[in-house]
């Protein structure tokens, strides 16, 4: 799914998706909505939290609707070890998913 998600840009303008709609890219284990001009630096967030941390599932909660509660959480399942780890990759990523909290679960 990161293919996707690195080619997110692409694939809004392939659509006909105007550039301020959100567009979602989800699978069983992964959902993104990368912002526009977010697609290659979400994907690389995503690379470095899969390849060095482990990250099994990942669910944005900074975009794609607003949860039951009001209150959007990025979803992630991993090793607890990794996790402080990963919720720091997100801070620092600069993307808009950046700043909403973040939820781990244990695999």
């Known amino acids: 799914m990161i293919p ?3 080619a997110a840009d692409d694939l809004r303008g392939a659509a ?3 550039a301020d709609r959100e567009i ?3 699978g069983p284990q ?3 909505v990368p912002a526009r001009g977010e697609s290659a630096a979400y994907a690389a ?6 390849d060095e941390y482990g990250v099994t599932e990942f669910w944005d909660g900074a975009g794609g609707g607003t949860p039951t509660d009001g209150v959007p959480r990025t979803q992630i399942r991993g090793d607890p070890a990794s996790a ?3 919720e720091a ?3 620092a990523s600069g993307l808009r998913l950046a700043d909403a909290p973040v939820v ?3 695999d």
């Open 104 to 106: 781990f679960r244990e």
């Open 89 to 91: 990759a997100i801070r």
């Open 16 to 18: 006909g998706v105007e």
């Open 45 to 50: 967030l995503l690379r470095t939290i899969v």
């Open 30 to 32: 992964l959902t993104a």
């Open 24 to 26: 979602e890219i989800s």
């Open 4 to 6: 996707f998600v690195a």
């Open 84 to 86: 402080d780890a990963v």
